[in-house]
């Protein structure tokens, strides 16, 4: 369980209307098509395969990304050029194909499977030449020459890889299992060489980065030594079997790091003194400009504690830039990089009231702030060419992320990308090109390319990723609504899916959910860790009020929004969501009667919470690998809960399986039984508990299903949907607005 997680433009923008009591929806000349869980969670996907991993040349002049043009999963590599042009497929490896009617062929089901598992290339970057594109695919490394067929370079066996080019070194360092390597272009042949091994069990290489010369990397050494080991039991081969994880809980011991310096070639590594407490968390490694120096960001395992040090990489010796304390901190939205003439630092904090850009020179003194104002930067990047930064943030519209390009000196900002939407901006290393990877709520994500200069700012659209069939459904816009806790009056942002033809006049059933933390955006989707995009819209078009909640600790609404949730799992969060259900009894006329809520992981707390808490608001619920106990919750909830140890109390306070004897509605739990970040023992916990107190639960159990369990394998997704569905027809009652076929 990871509760913060934590997190494409178009040829005419689209402007979302929406009036007070009036869905919109797209509109067909034609009856549009019935939504069903079978179609939009099938082969090949409506709104087709979303681009990935947009990766520019070192001269700027060509862009290649993961595609595929079919809706299918797998993705090869396209290339297109900042300049013009349609994108031109570069690579055509070799994938299983979806058998022809499988029906209830469990051999040809279970390849299906595999054919929508199996995602095709999953990294790339561009070789130390500029012209050919390394790329890692099922283990294998492969090079390729735009126009010619690609070339196997290390066949097999590798995990891991996190590929990373230095030009100046002529050669690409990588990760295989636990280790570093260097592969070597130098020559014609590649030559990979090991240049670090742990040499011990369970500590492993993490990350690493490239000095600009070439000369030396950076890596981070992870040692899961001490972490408690746990049994996830496989029941589905021929015999039981326990597969053993490194699985610690809150309190229990965590993984310690620390940072090593090597030579490209290998050789003595030089360990860098990042304090006492192998413990912290390290957020950035940065070289300086001249190579002389690397920043780190790191933190305390709480995250209380912030540091930006300043390493010497010849003899590991740090000094601190700069420090930052708060007990009440909850997130680590952080980044930092050097200023492009390294006499400084640009860093992301909260600081003042919430997320933006800082300066701080070497030289000490105040940091400068350089962006400031009632809204939130949520990633900054440095193009020295471009003398800028640029930033995305949701100034003027609190649920889009916009992208700014900000002089270095903080002058004002200025827009690059349309105001709505959800923009993922990768910038050119001349700084004069934008690839955006853009959604909004009825766009799926494509890519789109653009100049940095505002005056040049024409959007070209490279890829159509939905089908032509995504046009015969009608396809309905939220609208953005902001209420009151009932507590305390805190403003909370939600996202509302009318149902098509809404009448006010009417009673109408409604849902939250999914709910979680950051679940309003103007992205396609809303929350995009859950396939719900067509959930969604198939519920809204059953009759039901549809609502998504910004809950406290949501960010992008100010640092004390986000500092509400500290020690309070279960608590305030869920009050704001008892707030949304009297919001839409109040406003749109919902029937107290028939309120749903459904959410996956914290979502499942908050579900499950939800229901104990306020047993009266809601006649059903369903939990998806609910965490209904904290203390057995992922060591990062320690960022907000603290350790256990001295907090056991709040920890209990949370654990909705405590509260369970208080259910009066009708609850489902969703749990797959591969799950080691939310165990499944404890939804077992859960249920024999509500069993043995009388209370109506369902128990929907999928055997190959892993935390995600909407996320990987169509049928186990279309078979939960169907349960979720029919469990809220069944306890909120079947509506009459459904779109006929």
Sequence with gaps: MNLRILLIGVGVLIAILVTPITAIAVDNETTPRRMTIERLYSLPSIIGTAPQSPTWSPDSRRLAFLWNDQGMPFRDIWMTDSQGGKPVRITRMPRAEVPAQPGTDIAKLEQAAQVESDHGISELVWAPDGRHLIFALHGSLYQVLPGRPAQALIEGGVSGWDLGTSTSAKAIAYRSATDLWVADFKTGNVVPHKIFSPGRKDVRVES???????????????????????????????????????????GEPSPTRRLGVIAASGGEVTWMDLGDNPLDQIFDVRWSPDNQHLLVDKSDLYIKDRRLLILDPANGKS???????????????????????????????????????????????????????????????????????????????????????????????????PAEGAHHPSISPDGKHIADLYSNDLTPPDLYLQSTVAAKAMRRQVTHSPLAEFSDYRWIAPKYVVFHNINDNTPVHARLTLPPDFDPAQKHPAILGSVYSNSVHNEWGGRVYHPTWGLDQILAQQGYLVMNVDISGSSGHGKKFRQRIGMDYGGV????????TRYLIEEFQVDPKRIGIWGSSYGGLLTTMSMFRYPDAYAAGVAGAPASNVFHAMTGEM???????????????????????????????????????????????????????????????????????????????RYAFRKLIDHFQRYLGKTETEVAP
Excluded: C
């Design 573 to 580: 969060d869920v009050d704001d969501l008892y707030s949304a």
């Design 639 to 717: 960022q907000t809960m603290m350790a256990p140890q001295d907090h056991a109390e709040e920890y209990a306070k949370s654990s909705p399986y405590l509260r369970s004897g208080d259910l009066k509605g009708h609850l489902m739990l969703i749990h797959g039984m591969r799950d080691w970040i939310v165990l499944y023992k404890d939804t077992l916990t859960l249920t024999e508990r509500l069993i043995l107190q009388g209370k109506s639960v369902d128990l929907v159990t999928l055997p190959n299903a892993p935390h995600g369990w909407d996320t990987e394998g169509l049928a186990q997704t």
């Design 208 to 250: 690493h980065v490239w000095s600009g010369d070439g000369k030396r990397l950076a890596f981070i050494e992870a040692d899961l030594s001490k972490v408690p080991t746990r049994g996830i039991p496989d029941y589905l081969g021929e015999e039981t079997r326990l597969i053993e994880v490194k699985r610690p809980f809150p």
């Design 319 to 417: 000094r601190l830039l700069l420090q930052e304390t708060d007990p009440n901190n909850v997130t680590a939205e952080w980044w930092a990089d050097w200023s492009p003439d390294g006499n400084g630092v640009y860093f992301i904090s909260d600081r003042d009231n919430d997320y933006h850009v800082y300066y701080q020179a070497l030289a000490g003194g105040e940091p400068k702030a350089i962006t400031a104002g009632d809204w939130a930067v949520f990633s900054a990047s440095i193009l020295a060419p471009a003398d800028a930064l640029f930033v995305v943030s949701n100034q003027g519209n609190a649920e889009s992320r916009r992208l700014y390009r900000v002089p270095l000196d903080g002058d004002k900002a200025q827009a690059l990308t």
